[in-house]
Every structure is written in structure tokens, then in C-alpha cells.
């Protein structure tokens, strides 16, 4: 790894009288597995959202691979290699998985040069990536939890990321299944991808993240290696109230 290719500085985002990120400063180097932890309510998603800019910050700068990026809208911070997954997966329900991640890759990742055949043949490959390649052609109402968490994964990286942020993509799923997220997951960084992962399944995060930031009340309490964060004091009284 070498350098920064993301650097959040000092960035503060209020909702009236509310702080929901206070001066927030942290940076992600090329090719590196961040881990970012917090309780619901410390400003984790707020902060994912002013990097990919459906918010707009009030303060302070974002910059990626040295360009600042702070008043870019969202499609055009994903065409320089910004992509992110949702909480939540909405899948486009009238298409079929294969379609569903044709859109990112003509539209976003602007392929229309490779034409259609080229556009499905990658299609296919990146749900292969994925596990999916047996249902390329069903519709998303047929998907499992795990498979509809595969298929939005699958669509951020449709738009060949540099940096794929991941907003709790393992919730809800099952010991076996997030061993096999992170099975996926982790063969996109061996791949050269830089992951920022924001997860409350702890197990998930301390295999994942070579480095931990840990946040609180909108701000970064903590930040190190995932065996000095679960012994930090601010960790400890944040999660285990002592």
C-alpha cells in the first residue's frame, strides 16, 4: 500500500441543531481494508454519504487520489472510482439479475463502445465473481437475503471501483452467510480494490479490516489495529458500558 487515496478532513455535517458529524478526519491508503464500527447514531452512514455526495458537508474537505471531490455531485465522484452499496438492497424488481448490472456498467461505467454482447458478457462474469452466475437470468423476487446482498454488491462493482465502500452489507444474514461475504469481499481486495467496510458484526470487522476507526456522537473516538481496538478504553465504555 502507498499513500492516501481517500482523505476525509475535518469534515462537519449539521441537520439544523444537530451535529451529526463533528470535525471528521480520516484517511484510506491505496489497496487497504478499513473497518469502520460504531453505535446506530454515530454518524457512519452520514459520513459514507457526504464521501459519495448524496450530502453535501458543511464543513471541512474530501479529497480522492488528490483531487477534491467535496462539491462533486454522486455520478461523477462514481466515475472517478467512488461505489458504494446501501443498507438496504433496491434492486430494480423488473429485470433480471444480469440486467440489473448492466445498467451500472453501460450507463456509469460508460461501456456503450463495447455494445450489448460485450455489456452481458461482463455482466456475467462480475455475478460469477459473485456466486450468482446460475441465476444471471432470474428475477430479483426469487433472491434470498444473502443473494440480493450479493447482487448489490455486484452492482457497485459494475462500475469498477477504485474505492467500494460497504454500509452493513452482511446485516441480517447468518454465521454461514457472512463467512461467505467475506470470502467475496476479501478476494476483491486481493484483486487491488481498496474496501471501506461499516459493519456492527463484530466477528466480520476483526477478520476484514487490517485497521479500525471506531465513532461515537460524529465523531472518530478511536482508530488502529483491529487487536488495539478491541482493547481500547473508548471501545470498551462505548460498547460494553464500562
Same mark, same amino acid.
Given at each position: ?8 478532513? /475535518? ?7 444537530? @451535529?451529526? &458529524? ?13 473497518? @469502520? ?5 454515530? *454518524? ?9 455526495? =448524496?450530502?453535501?458537508? #458543511? ?45 451500472? &456498467? ?16 461482463? /455482466? ?7 456466486? +450468482? ?12 437475503? @444473502? #443473494?440480493?446482498?450479493?447482487?448489490? &454488491? ?8 477504485? &474505492? ?5 452489507? %452482511?446485516?441480517? +444474514? ?21 474496501? %471501506? %467496510? ?10 476484514? =479490516?487490517?485497521?479500525?476507526?471506531? %465513532?461515537?456522537? *460524529? ?15 473508548? @471501545?470498551?465504555?462505548?460498547? +460494553?458500558?464500562?
Amino acid at each position: 500500500m502507498s499513500g492516501a487515496l481517500l482523505e476525509v478532513a /475535518a469534515v462537519t455535517k449539521r441537520f439544523g441543531g444537530f @451535529v451529526a &458529524l463533528a470535525e471528521v478526519s480520516l484517511s484510506v491508503r491505496s489497496g487497504e481494508r478499513l473497518g @469502520v464500527i460504531g453505535p446506530n447514531g454515530s *454518524g457512519k452512514t452520514t459520513l459514507i454519504n457526504c464521501i459519495c455526495g =448524496s450530502l453535501a458537508s #458543511d464543513a471541512g474537505s474530501i479529497d480522492f487520489d488528490g483531487i477534491d471531490v467535496s462539491r462533486l455531485a454522486p455520478y461523477q465522484r462514481t466515475r472517478i472510482g467512488i461505489a458504494r452499496s446501501f443498507q438496504v438492497p433496491r434492486p430494480f424488481s423488473s429485470m433480471t439479475l444480469a440486467e440489473n448490472v448492466a445498467v451500472p &456498467l453501460e450507463y456509469v461505467a460508460q461501456r456503450r463502445s463495447s455494445g450489448g454482447a460485450g455489456v452481458q458478457a461482463e /455482466a456475467h462474469s462480475i455475478l460469477a465473481q459473485m456466486g +450468482l452466475a446460475g441465476k444471471a437470468n432470474a428475477q430479483t423476487g426469487s433472491l434470498t437475503q @444473502v #443473494d440480493l446482498r450479493k447482487l448489490e &454488491l455486484a452492482r457497485a462493482m459494475a462500475v469498477r471501483p477504485r &474505492l467500494l465502500i460497504l454500509d452493513e452489507v %452482511m446485516a441480517g +444474514l447468518s454465521a454461514v452467510e457472512v463467512d461467505e461475504m467475506l470470502e467475496i469481499i476479501l478476494a476483491l481486495s486481493r484483486e487491488g480494490v481498496t474496501v %471501506m %467496510m461499516i459493519e456492527h458484526i463484530m466477528r466480520a470487522i476483526m477478520r476484514f =479490516s487490517e485497521r479500525v476507526v471506531c %465513532m461515537d456522537a *460524529g465523531r472518530v473516538m478511536a482508530e488502529g489495529a483491529p487487536h488495539q481496538i478491541v482493547s481500547h478504553p473508548d @471501545v470498551q465504555r462505548i460498547y +460494553l458500558g464500562v
